[in-house]
């Protein structure tokens, strides 16, 4: 590449070897633990008012609010999870920190009780409260697709530069 009299060796085919190294930076930004945790909690928002309105729009207003409270605990539960997970990993040791066990089970025991409690009022039918909960479904396949499509272009899951379906690099 010669640009403002520069000549850099191995820049020269259009800037294609620059491209092929800032994808792989762009790549594995995007399959970062924090990327994809941000981009799950989008996805279990998304998914939970999609279904929402599909609730409210084909269902009633009580079943769209059952899929609402679930969406809201589905979200609870990822980030109560999250943080679990934060933490056992921010301890570096093979032992799991005292009590987490507990905790995840808390963590259960706290979402199906506020579920069951949003149920025994009468305005959130069991059905809606479930599907609600089941808002992570959508979000993991988003993210499957967008971790094997997305993320491995240069990465080599057979993207640019990878070898692999491309025409030879030699």
Not at 35 to 47: L, Q, T
Not at 110 to 129: E, H, K, L, N, Q
């Amino acid at each position: 590449m010669q640009r403002m009299g520069l000549k850099v060796k191995g820049f020269e085919a259009g800037g294609q070897v620059w491209s092929r190294l800032m994808s792989d930076v762009i790549a594995n930004s995007r399959m970062e633990p924090e990327a994809s945790s941000r981009r799950f909690w989008r996805g279990i928002a998304i998914s939970a008012a999609g279904m929402a309105v599909a609730g409210f729009v084909f269902g009633s207003p009580r079943f769209g609010a059952g899929i609402v409270l679930g969406g809201a605990l589905a979200l609870l539960n990822f980030r109560w999870l999250e943080a679990s997970v934060r933490g056992i990993m921010a301890v570096g040791s093979r032992r799991v920190p005292p009590g987490t066990a507990m905790k995840i089970a808390l963590r259960w025991i706290v979402i199906a009780g506020a579920g069951y409690a949003g149920y025994r009022t009468g305005y959130f039918p069991a059905d809606g409260i479930l599907i609600g909960l089941l808002a992570p479904a959508p979000a993991v396949m988003f993210e499957s697709i967008c971790l094997a499509v997305v993320g491995g272009r240069g990465a080599g899951f057979g993207g640019q530069g990878s070898g692999v379906g491309g025409e030879d690099q030699h």
